[in-house]
């Protein structure tokens, strides 16, 4: 594993990077730097030792049964990124989404990349708003990329940006004072300086190298009333946010980043209720009439409630 030149500077957001994409957020590229480690490298033979083969078997397939039959191309959150003749499966270890779908996407240069899930998403519409519907998995896939050769934690850097984006529209911040083209959020050449801007400590780079909070702080201006997303201590937005779902409460609490695991385990079933609830009015009161009596279907709820528990059930 290694860190690269945004730990290298000590940036907040720096992470390190294993094989396979894997990565270290919560600034352990930064840790790394300050010791000036750059690399760790470990070179074995053999395989671990099972001691009862037969009942990890068991075990795993025990474990594969239990996930739920979720297909991530079908939730919108991945639909449309990469082409079946573009990329093949590379599946994360320990994913909790029963049903990844890490995709392995070449882009038109030949450089192939781990292209799905959070590493496509934190660029993805902001791309596609800046240069439209055509062919716009490219530029997101380089921005990936230049994430990783640079070293930050994207999931951290999408928070920043939103906040940067808030800061251009009130005026705070500009092309001029910050030496980075915010006027082009969404192309290739924002991202690219950004990213090399805050990796290398660069000007207004070395106040965003802080992270997103004290950076908000040293710009003044009313600069922090625009962190209206939740951050926690990792500089990454709570998606799992224990305002909303309490249970994640300790989990923020206890751990140094987000347990990706542990809290979709809470947030997966309460996304089957949501849709549940969603069908249920569609079903409901799609036959309203103007006085709220059901006109055409008085079995509508409990249709819905039979479409809910199948959501639930898959």
């Known amino acids: 594993m290694a860190t690269g030149p945004a730990g290298d500077n000590m940036a907040v957001l720096a992470i390190l990077l294993a094989d396979n994409d894997a990565s270290g957020t919560s600034g352990f590229g930064a840790v790394m730097g300050s010791k000036k480690l750059k690399a760790i490298t470990v070179r074995g033979s053999g395989k671990v030792a099972v001691a009862e083969p037969e009942k990890l078997r068991e075990l795993n397939k025990y474990i594969r049964e239990l996930l739920p039959e979720l297909s991530l191309r ?11 003749e573009k990329g093949k499966l590379d599946i994360c270890r320990g994913c909790g ?24 998403g934190y660029y993805q519409v902001r791309a596609q708003r800046y240069y439209g519907e055509e062919d716009w998995s490219e530029v997101p896939f380089h921005a990936t990329m230049l994430a990783n050769e640079y070293g930050i934690d994207i999931d ?5 940006i ?3 984006s808030r800061c251009r529209q009130a005026g705070i911040l500009t092309d001029e004072n910050t030496g980075i083209p915010l ?5 290739l050449e924002f991202i690219e300086t ?6 290398l400590r660069d000007g207004f780079g070395d106040i965003l190298a802080q992270g997103t909070t004290k950076a908000a ?5 009313g600069a922090d009333k625009l962190i209206t997303d939740y951050i926690i201590k990792a500089e990454q937005n709570a998606e799992h946010n224990p305002r909303f779902y309490v249970t994640n409460g300790l989990l923020y609490a206890m751990e140094p980043r987000q347990p990706i695991q542990q809290l979709h385990e809470v947030t997966g079933p309460l996304g089957a209720w949501v849709r549940w609830v969603n069908k249920a009015g569609e079903l409901l009161f799609r036959n309203v009439d103007e006085k709220g009596a059901i006109a055409k279907h008085p079995d509508a709820l409990q249709q819905a409630f039979l479409a809910g528990q199948k959501l639930v059930e898959d």
């Open 162 to 164: 939103m906040w940067l």
């Open 156 to 160: 951290a850097l999408e928070s920043m």
């Open 194 to 199: 950004l990213l090399k801007k805050m990796s």
């Open 74 to 84: 079908e939730s919108g959150r991945t639909a449309g990124r990469v082409t079946p």
């Open 217 to 221: 702080a040293l710009v003044g201006n």
């Open 183 to 187: 006027s082009k959020m969404g192309s």
């Open 97 to 120: 989404l029963g049903g990844c779908q890490n995709t392995v996407y070449e882009a038109k240069n030949g450089r192939k990349g781990k292209f799905v899930c959070m590493a496509a």
